[in-house]
């Protein structure tokens, strides 16, 4: 099955080395690859100026970080009605059923990595919110007397209406954390949320401080995956869980054409249409394409140190939630 | 070989199932270094320029700002229309020379101070003075990506960068209503469907007496002209900067143009 993989990719693509480089990654044959699972860390090392994907094309690993950080850079602006788009708005429901997944309880320490426009965190903060108003009225409806205390609390507003969760957004890009903390102005949250600019390879952040770690749709333009869920396992605390929300590999052949006709015919005429940019859609539905598949990309969550990890496919393998903990 | 090839790639779902590298173009859109005839070529199916086409013709009309989509209507549209630009380029010595030389109008290519230093009413010095009076520049033309032949791609990008210049010959200006009469002219005189579409439904923004003026007096000029001038693409412009700005319109046969004076509009 992996040679015969092999061979297609083989004559389909041409004769370039890194193609083949490519399909021997996802067979996990050859070991070189800095990304795959086996022997990846410590060849890395050694190779300083190794080779990755951007989509299709090959670029060094110093230009893909650059490469990417334009294509945010110039979809920021129009990144959530491409969203909508693009998916036909189901991506929405994608994200409700992470936070399903997740089920936060008022106290939750999130860290939202990738976190951009803030769809993840505000849905984290209107979850949590609903949350302690709902445990609010089961006091009341039991007949649980408050204290004086707790009246006096309620009309000063002085109760966290958050119950003491926080979220801390990470990005890598100045452009989409502003579009975020201007929807975040524009749509009123302001308590228990905080933007900051970081790496997800190099998480600013110390050991062992947060209760759950996401990272929506912004794990597969990381250069070093592998490096990424090194990180992620280092800043959660022990018990806590790891959930990424990512596109994957599509498992009925049908849907997998369908999805391929849409992803490389429509998507980026309406990038093109809508945004002014087809070449940044181009590499979003290419990236898709190079991702590993979601037994692999269970592997390599694993690898990183997790355990009881999981996945959940979601429209026919179109996306996937992965979830593990650290325990 | 291809049997087992076939056999193989059924259940191989992350390539898309196509057979063929003209399937795998069809189904994976534009490819990376291969195929590429120009700089900025995006290679696109079939499909894709239906889609750009209807898409870009909408955008276009629900938000007239967006030049680009424009320019994209008319890369995706017009092969036909190229090909006859193309064939009356090379049957003009000056067309053909033109062909060959590959002249390009752009802020780097044009020798500002050269041209300022011209005589009044030439036609580098009116081309200046509406470049400043409109607060135009010919660098914002959008490059060629979408049209699938080389040279085509060359005759739509001095279309495009002979536009302003088309204005200076017919005296018209950038607002709205010059716009549509510019656009009935190279519809006349290029028949590419962007103009063609540009023409007949720019006019639905503008007011009643400003269309009133545009039916009765600008687009019979407009068309007048563009049917007695010869393809206005085999002038070499580059060449002829100093040639008085009258002289040039005589021997193109353009009239002077209607004044018309609209509420609003300079």
Redesign the interface.
């Known amino acids: ?1 992996a040679t ?2 092999c ?3 083989w ?4 004769r370039r080395w890194s193609r083949v480089m490519r399909c021997c990654r ?1 067979s996990g044959l050859c070991s070189s690859w800095p990304s795959g699972p086996l022997g990846a860390r410590h060849l890395s090392q050694e190779k300083p100026a190794t080779e990755t994907h951007f ?3 090959t670029v060094s690993e110093e230009e893909k970080r650059g490469k990417v950080y334009h294509v945010f850079e110039s979809v920021a602006k129009k990144y959530d009605v491409m969203n909508d788009m693009m998916s036909l708005g189901i991506h929405r429901i994608w994200k409700d059923l992470l936070l399903c997944k997740m089920r936060p309880f008022p106290g939750t320490q999130l860290l939202d990595v990738a976190g951009g426009t803030g769809d993840i965190a505000f849905r984290f903060l209107n979850y949590v919110q609903a949350q302690h108003k709902g445990k609010q009225k089961r006091q009341l409806r039991a007949q649980q007397n408050l204290s004086w205390e707790e009246i006096a609390k309620k009309y000063q507003n002085e109760e966290d209406p958050l119950g003491g969760s926080r979220v801390v957004v990470c990005d890598i890009n100045k452009e989409m954390l502003k579009i975020g903390k201007q929807k975040a102005r524009a749509q009123g949250y302001k308590a228990g949320l905080a933007w900051v600019l970081g790496d997800a390879e190099e998480l600013p952040f110390d050991d062992d401080k947060f209760d759950v770690y996401t990272i929506a749709f912004g794990i597969r333009n990381v250069t070093h995956i592998d490096q990424a869920l090194q990180e992620a396992h280092r800043v959660l605390k022990p018990g806590g869980r790891f959930l990424c929300l990512e596109f994957s ?3 009925n ?1 049908l849907i ?2 369908l999805y ?2 849409y992803s ?3 998507i ?3 990038g ?3 945004a ?1 940019d ?2 940044s859609y ?1 590499y979003l539905v290419e990236s898709i ?1 190079q991702f590993p ?1 979601q037994e692999e990309f269970r592997e390599m969550i694993e690898d990183a140190g997790f355990e009881k990890v999981t996945y959940e496919s979601l429209t026919s393998g179109i996306v996937a939630i992965h979830s593990g903990f650290k325990l | 070989m291809a049997m ?2 076939r056999s ?11 057979r063929g ?1 003209a399937a ?1 173009v069809w ?8 195929g590429l005839l120009y700089p900025g070529h ?1 290679p696109t ?1 079939p ?2 320029k239906a ?2 086409a209807a ?2 013709a ?2 276009a009309l629900y938000n007239p700002y ?1 030049h ?2 424009v320019a ?1 209507l008319g890369e995706t549209t017009g092969y036909y229309a190229l090909k006859f630009l193309r064939d009356q380029m090379r049957k003009d010595p000056e067309g053909a020379e033109i062909l060959q030389k590959r002249p390009r109008i752009s802020l780097s290519t044009l020798d500002l101070d050269k041209l300022r230093s011209l005589p009044e009413g030439s036609l580098g010095q009116e081309y200046l003075r509406f470049l400043d009076v409109n607060r135009v520049s010919p660098d914002t033309r959008a490059p060629t ?1 979408f049209v699938d032949d080389e040279e085509l791609a060359y005759v739509i990008q001095r279309y495009r960068e002979v536009h302003d210049i088309l204005h200076t010959l017919l005296g018209m200006p950038t607002n709205l209503l010059g716009e549509i009469t510019v656009k009935w002219f190279e519809a006349v005189q290029t028949h590419l469907p962007m103009c063609i579409l540009g023409a007949l439904f720019g006019p639905i923004r503008l007011s009643a007496q400003s269309l009133q003026v545009l039916i009765s007096e600008l687009i019979p000029w407009a068309v007048q002209n563009g049917h007695r001038a010869p393809c206005v693409l085999n002038l070499y412009y580059e060449r002829r900067w100093e040639q008085p700005l009258r002289a040039l319109r005589e021997e193109l046969g353009i009239t002077d143009a209607p004044h018309v004076h609209v509420r609003g509009l300079a």
């Open positions: 099955m015969h993989r061979c297609a990719l004559s389909y693509c041409g996802l989509g299709f094309e590999q599509v498992n052949p997998s054409r391929d006709l490389f015919q429509v980026p005429v309406l093109e249409v809508i002014g087809w070449k181009q394409r598949s | 087992l090839l193989a790639l059924r259940p191989l779902r992350a390539l898309g199932g196509r590298p795998d189904l994976r859109g534009a490819r990376h270094g291969a995006i199916s499909l894709q889609l750009l898409g870009s909408g955008m967006r680009d989509m994209v990506r």
